[in-house]
C-alpha cells in the first residue's frame, strides 16, 4: 500500500524521520525492519473505491501502486478490475509483508493478477506495450523530498499509456511544515508537474474517508494526454 500517514505521535514520527535518510531511499526498508510504518491502516483506502467506481475503464489492463507496502490496494485494484496489478516497492521487507498478505486471501477473485516487485521508483522502466493503464498514488508523492517531485511527474508521464489515468490521493494535507516524511502538500502541488501530460477529471473532496483523514485529504483523478 502507498503510505497513508496516521499523524502518528510527534515520537513516532521522529522516530521515522531519524530512520529515513534523505540520499538514501533503501532506508524506507528500516522503518519496516523496524516496525515505524504508521501509515499502514490495515486496509485498502475507501476512496480508491471511490475512484475506481466513477472511473469509465477498459475490461483489460494493467496498473501499478508505488510504494505499495503491505498491498491492500494491489489486491483491491486486480481483485476489482481483473487486472494484471503490480505492487511497487523499494523496501524488501515491505514486499515480504505484501507476499504474505497476499497468501493469506487466495480466495479472493482475481488475486493470481498480483504481482510485487522490487526496486527504484525512479529507475523502473517498461517496454512500450507494457506501460500502465492506472498508477495509484496515495502517499507515495509526500514520501519523496520535494526536490525529486518533477522527477516524480516525469516518471508518470513515461509510465502511463495515453487514455491511461493516474489516480492521486492528496494526503495529509495538514499546516505547512518544513519537516518530513510526510512532507508538505497541497493539490496544486501537482499541476505544474502534470502540465503538458495530463488533464484532471476529478477534483473533489473524498464522499468516503476513514475518520482522521476526514478534512485533510482531496482526490484528484488526471487523464494521460497525448504529448
Known amino acids: 500500500m502507498a503510505p497513508a500517514f496516521l499523524s502518528p505521535a510527534v515520537a513516532e514520527a521522529g522516530e521515522l524521520r531519524a530512520l529515513i535518510r534523505l540520499d538514501d531511499p533503501t532506508s524506507w526498508d528500516d522503518a519496516w525492519k523496524a516496525n515505524v510504518i504508521p501509515w499502514d491502516s490495515g486496509d485498502v483506502q475507501p476512496p480508491l473505491k471511490e475512484a475506481i467506481s466513477g472511473l469509465s475503464l477498459p475490461a483489460v489492463g494493467r496498473a501499478l501502486v508505488p510504494g505499495c507496502g503491505t498491498g491492500y490496494d494491489v489486491l483491491y485494484i486486480a481483485s476489482t478490475l481483473g487486472w494484471e496489478t503490480v505492487g ?17 486471501k487466495s480466495n479472493v477473485p482475481n488475486s493470481d493478477k498480483v504481482k510485487f516487485q522490487q526496486g527504484n521508483f525512479f529507475t523502473l522502466s517498461v517496454p512500450e506495450d507494457q506501460k500502465f493503464d ?6 507515495f508523492f509526500v514520501a519523496i523530498p520535494p526536490t525529486r517531485r518533477p522527477d516524480w511527474g516525469k516518471k508518470m508521464a513515461d509510465l502511463i499509456k495515453p487514455g491511461g489515468h493516474l ?3 492528496v494526503f495529509p494535507i495538514d499546516p505547512p511544515t518544513e519537516l ?3 512532507y508538505f502538500v497541497r493539490p496544486e502541488h501537482y499541476i505544474e508537474l502534470l502540465a503538458g501530460n495530463f488533464e484532471k477529471v476529478v477534483d473533489k473532496e473524498p464522499e ?5 483523514h476526514k478534512g485533510r485529504e482531496q482526490l484528484v483523478v488526471w487523464r494521460r494526454i497525448d504529448a
Open 88 to 104: 511497487f516497492d523499494i523496501s524488501e521487507t515491505a514486499l515480504q509483508a505484501a507476499k504474505t498478505n497476499l497468501e493469506s
Open 134 to 139: 492506472l498508477v495509484y498514488d496515495y502517499t
Open 167 to 169: 489516480i492521486t490521493l
Open 180 to 182: 518530513g516524511p510526510p
Open 208 to 212: 468516503t474517508a476513514l475518520p482522521h
